[in-house]
């Protein structure tokens, strides 16, 4: 949508009076639909890692591992969540500035280093879920064949996670320049 066509739709919008209490209400955390969301999905993925944290000793041979290796596979896991944890804090608080430029602004700086974050977090996570895994197994020929195309997996998920981000960044870098078009800035 073009900043012509979001000005007629704002301008053609019936103006509704709002109480400040209803006002106070929408901003907050836990009635923010977008929020909630991302909450919801927080929560199922700590709940899902704590149970495989919960389970992964007997159900992955933790017990026949070293204690360096289980503690490979914990912090991966626990760096996920942080990560994960970290990413819900950063929607949360998206307003810095004084006006939508200067936030937008902000927040495109922040999005790029949390797109680099996410990608070292997934490749940490992935080599430590590898090397876990894949400690003391005899590397036959099939275990061989069945590395190389789980790396070439793991490869094409972090592709697809760098294009996602840099769409996200692109996306963003264009309304930015948008908005600044059109209030005459530079």
């Given at each position: ?18 109480q400040k209490?209803e ?10 639909p977008?929020?909630?969301?991302i909450r ?8 899902a890692?704590?149970i495989v ?20 596979f ?16 950063a ?38 879920m ?18 190389v ?8 998920q ?8 840099s769409?996200?960044?692109?996306n ?5 320049s948008?908005?600044m ?6």
């Amino acid at each position: 949508m073009r900043i012509e066509e979001m000005k007629s739709l704002w301008t053609g919008q019936p103006i509704g009076v709002k109480q400040k209490e209803e006002l106070a209400g929408m901003l907050t955390e836990r009635s923010h639909p977008i929020l909630k969301g991302i909450r919801k999905q927080l929560l199922l993925e700590i709940s899902a890692w704590l149970i495989v944290l919960c389970v992964y000793y007997s159900m992955f041979d933790g017990e026949k591992r070293p204690l360096a290796i289980n503690m490979i596979f914990i912090i991966c896991i626990l760096q996920a969540i942080a990560f994960n944890f970290t990413g819900y804090l950063a929607a949360k608080n998206l307003v810095h500035g004084d006006n939508i430029i200067t936030s937008i602004a902000v927040y495109l700086e922040k999005l790029k280093r949390f797109k680099w974050g996410s990608l070292c977090s997934r490749i940490i996570f992935m080599v430590g879920m590898l090397f876990f895994f894949f400690y003391g197994v005899d590397m036959a020929v099939f275990r061989t064949l069945s590395l190389v195309f789980i790396g070439i997996a793991f490869v094409f998920q972090l592709w697809l996670l760098q294009r996602q981000w840099s769409q996200r960044i692109k996306n963003l870098v264009a309304l930015k320049s948008e908005l600044m078009n059109a209030n005459g800035e530079r």
